[in-house]
């Protein structure tokens, strides 16, 4: 079992910036995937992107590529996902998930099925 919490969610301007922070507990170990998703009103819930046990990362989304930067503090077992130059689109309930995956299979493997949530933190973003 992995327990995972997420913070730092709030109401911002476009153009600013948040650092979600997710805090990862239970059954830790290299082989442990986190991902960060994010479901907008009405629409599907989608992959941000990951992060491996070594601290390798993958984006899904495009339009966050360059913007958002996924990491971890494994003296934490926290993980951050640092948003930049905050768009409209980018308003959300996000969520992090973890799932045991070797480190490649993390980054690549399209198919994989998160099975521990978080409880998901809202962020909102003005123009």
């Known amino acids: 079992q992995v327990q995972l919490m997420e913070s730092g969610g709030g109401s911002v301007q476009a153009g600013g910036s948040l650092r979600l922070s997710c805090a990862v507990s239970?059954?830790?170990?290299?082989?442990?995937?986190v991902g960060w998703f994010r479901q907008a009103p009405g629409k599907e819930r989608e992959g941000v992107g990951r992060i491996n046990a070594r601290g390798d990362t993958s984006y899904s989304v495009d339009s966050v590529k360059g913007r958002f930067t996924i990491s971890q503090d494994n003296a934490k077992n926290t993980v951050y996902l640092q948003m930049n130059s905050l768009k409209p689109e980018d308003t959300a309930m996000y969520y992090c998930?973890?799932?045991?995956?070797?480190?490649?299979?993390?980054?690549?493997?399209?198919?994989?099925?998160?099975?521990?949530w978080g409880q998901g933190t809202q962020v909102t973003v003005s123009s």
């Open positions: 998930a973890a799932h045991r995956a070797t480190r490649a299979g993390c980054l690549a493997d399209k198919n994989l099925s998160f099975a521990y």
């Open positions: 239970g059954n830790i170990d290299s082989y442990t995937c």
